[in-house]
């Protein structure tokens, strides 16, 4: 399964609700997950769970990890859905794999590279992966298309602005069908709460999730520790300040995972 991240608008929160998500399915289900992205330019992907220093200079450097070095491998060999494991990064052994973008410095070059393999390289992660979260940044649309046409789900990045909620409906309306709706940066206190836009826009009622703003939760994404906020706060009590956000990302997940017809409760782990 595939399940796609995708904004009309910037500073929604996307890449932060995905590593949220991808991290509570990987360590909550029975399920091996792979997140991906299609980013240019630097994407906090890699950051929020690696050393920032240790992506900056070592691992920009290695010739037989990430997109790129799958994007070679692939022009000249035969390919199977085994191969592509062997150029992720691990960040929970056997759960949660990361494959890191690219480190090439001509933008077109790298559109045409991407565009040249992504279709293998989704089909295949498809195969070999229980779920594949992809972080789609701005890029050709060409190289969006095919995400979307891979994509079993894609979950749509808003925010609380009227104006952003209205842009989607008017102008991307042709992506509802297959999406579920995702609010991040969420504040309880905004007069467009979630039960507000729900009566709003009639489309978001069983379709839409939130993720609050959680400061913790930010500050450990910039310092590469996502997945140890997560393993420290996964059996939060309801006292604790972080249970809100917790149990609302836990609410995300099971959105998206019902939403692929998984049955949660069979690929739940037990406490």
Request: proline share 1%.
């Given at each position: 399964?595939?399940?796609?991240?995708?904004?009309?608008?910037?500073?929604?929160?996307?890449?932060c609700n995905l590593?949220?998500?991808?991290?509570?399915?990987?360590?909550?289900?029975?399920?091996?997950?792979?997140?991906?992205?299609?980013?240019?330019?630097?994407?906090?992907?890699?950051?929020?769970?690696?050393?920032?220093?240790?992506?900056?200079?070592?691992?920009?450097?290695?010739?037989?990890?990430?997109?790129?070095?799958?994007?070679?491998?692939?022009?000249?060999?035969?390919?199977?859905?085994?191969?592509?494991?062997?150029?992720?990064?691990?960040?929970?052994?056997?759960?949660?794999?990361?494959?890191?973008?690219?480190?090439?410095?001509?933008?077109?070059?790298?559109?045409?590279?991407?565009?040249?393999?992504?279709?293998?390289?989704?089909?295949?992660?498809?195969?070999?992966?229980?779920?594949?979260?992809?972080?789609?940044?701005?890029?050709?649309?060409?190289?969006?298309?095919k995400i979307f046409?891979?994509?079993?789900?894609?979950?749509?990045?808003?925010?609380?602005?009227?104006?952003?909620?209205?842009?989607?409906?008017?102008?991307?309306?042709?992506?509802?069908?297959?999406?579920?709706?995702?609010?991040?940066?969420?504040?309880?206190?905004?007069?467009?709460?979630?039960?507000?836009?729900?009566?709003?826009?009639?489309?978001?009622?069983?379709?839409?999730?939130?993720?609050?703003?959680?400061?913790?939760?930010?500050?450990a994404c910039c310092?590469?520790?996502?997945?140890?906020?997560?393993?420290?706060?996964?059996?939060?009590?309801?006292?604790?300040?972080?249970?809100?956000?917790?149990?609302?990302?836990?609410?995300?997940?099971?959105?998206?995972?019902?939403?692929?017809?998984?049955?949660?409760?069979?690929?739940?782990?037990?406490?």
């Amino acid at each position: 399964m595939q399940v796609s991240f995708w904004s009309n608008y910037h500073q929604t929160g996307t890449t932060c609700n995905l590593i949220a998500t991808a991290t509570n399915v990987a360590l909550e289900y029975r399920m091996k997950v792979l997140i991906a992205h299609n980013h240019f330019d630097k994407s906090a992907l890699e950051t929020s769970f690696l050393d920032r220093e240790y992506v900056e200079k070592e691992l920009s450097n290695l010739n037989d990890v990430g997109v790129d070095a799958l994007s070679s491998f692939i022009k000249f060999n035969k390919v199977s859905k085994e191969n592509i494991s062997r150029y992720t990064t691990t960040l929970i052994s056997n759960k949660l794999e990361l494959l890191v973008g690219t480190s090439i410095t001509s933008r077109d070059l790298y559109l045409k590279e991407l565009n040249d393999v992504i279709d293998v390289v989704l089909a295949l992660s498809k195969e070999y992966y229980d779920v594949v979260f992809v972080d789609v940044g701005p890029g050709e649309p060409e190289i969006i298309k095919k995400i979307f046409d891979h994509s079993d789900l894609i979950v749509v990045n808003l925010n609380q602005n009227y104006n952003i909620i209205l842009d989607f409906f008017e102008n991307y309306s042709e992506l509802a069908e297959k999406a579920v709706f995702m609010f991040g940066k969420y504040d309880k206190n905004s007069n467009f709460n979630i039960k507000s836009l729900q009566r709003k826009f009639r489309l978001l009622k069983g379709k839409s999730a939130i993720i609050p703003y959680n400061i913790h939760f930010a500050d450990a994404c910039c310092e590469g520790r996502a997945i140890d906020f997560f393993m420290r706060n996964l059996r939060a009590e309801k006292d604790d300040n972080n249970y809100y956000f917790m149990n609302e990302v836990r609410k995300a997940a099971q959105l998206i995972l019902n939403s692929l017809n998984i049955d949660v409760n069979q690929k739940k782990l037990g406490d």
